[in-house]
């Protein structure tokens, strides 16, 4: 069987990744501090772990992580998705205990699933891919969103990182930027004040321009074209090319 682990399912663009899958035939392990209604069946299991916990990663995914691989999959698909925007304000300004967070979600958790993605499924013949959901923030700077610009930079590096490292055929890691999607993510972005987000004309921008895409439609293109078909490895990907 094929499978699939997403992370940051409970809502958002994970939500409609794992649904998507689901609906594909892939066996599919949500992790988070949440599922999601929409989520269930036999090929769906769920890992509740809050990401910012960097401890909790390896013993709450180990057993899980083992008990995919001694199902013999044909494939095994890793989407780090989860992230969190915040804290938001310009350097000066931020709290060291939530830059903390923000890099323990956004970079050290999809660093500390990879790691252990690469540990447990090192079987040369498994066909692996890992898909890092990044962000345009990891190219250019986000005035007042410095930790998650960060965070997506360092994240962009563990898919060179990975690519440079696991050089077998059936070794895949790709990056995908998947444009501005219609979530949570982008309300909590629009809806901070100017002084505290001196960057947030751009998101309250693309909502007044309509240029939000549902995340169901962003997840059928990143399934159908980054996780069923071949792909280049090691590429950053841009959902304008999908
Ligand atoms: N929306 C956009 O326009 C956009 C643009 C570029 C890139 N992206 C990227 O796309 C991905 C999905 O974003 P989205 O828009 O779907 O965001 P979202 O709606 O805010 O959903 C974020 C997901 O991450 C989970 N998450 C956050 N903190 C967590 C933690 N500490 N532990 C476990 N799970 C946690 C959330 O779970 P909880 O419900 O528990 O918080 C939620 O399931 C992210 O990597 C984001 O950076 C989004």
Redesign the pocket.
């Known amino acids: 069987m094929k499978t699939a682990i997403v992370?940051?399912?409970?809502?958002?663009?994970?939500e409609s990744l794992a649904a998507m899958l689901l609906e594909r035939g892939y066996a599919v392990t949500g992790v988070?501090?949440?599922s999601s209604a929409k989520l269930g069946g036999e090929d769906y299991r769920f890992v509740p772990?809050?990401?910012?916990d960097a401890p909790a990663i390896e013993d709450a995914l180990k057993p899980v992580f083992l008990d995919i691989a001694q199902s013999r999959p044909e494939s095994v698909c890793l989407i780090n998705?989860?992230?969190?925007a915040g804290p938001v304000g310009i350097l000066g300004t931020l709290e060291d205990a939530q830059v903390q967070r923000s890099l323990a979600?956004n970079l050290f958790a999809p660093i500390a699933i990879s790691n252990l993605f690469c540990r447990i499924f090192s079987n040369s013949s498994l066909e692996r891919r890992i898909i890092n959901?990044s962000?345009g923030a990891a190219q250019n700077a986000l005035v007042g969103g410095g930790p998650y610009s960060v965070a997506k930079a360092g994240l962009e590096m563990l898919t060179k990182q990975l690519v440079a490292e696991h050089r077998e055929p059936t070794f895949i890691a790709i990056t995908i930027?998947?444009?501005?999607?219609d979530?949570?993510?982008?309300v909590f972005m629009r809806e901070q004040p100017r002084d505290v987000l001196p960057s947030v004309d751009l998101f309250r921008g693309f909502h007044q321009s309509g240029q939000l895409v549902s995340?169901d439609v962003v997840a059928r293109k990143i399934v159908g074209k980054l996780v069923e078909a071949a792909v280049e490895n090691g590429r950053v990907y841009a959902y304008k090319e999908l």
């Open positions: 992370t940051g399912v409970s809502r958002g663009l994970g988070g501090r949440a772990l809050d990401l910012a998705n989860a992230a969190a979600v959901v962000s930027r998947p444009g501005i999607i979530t949570g993510m982008q995340a």
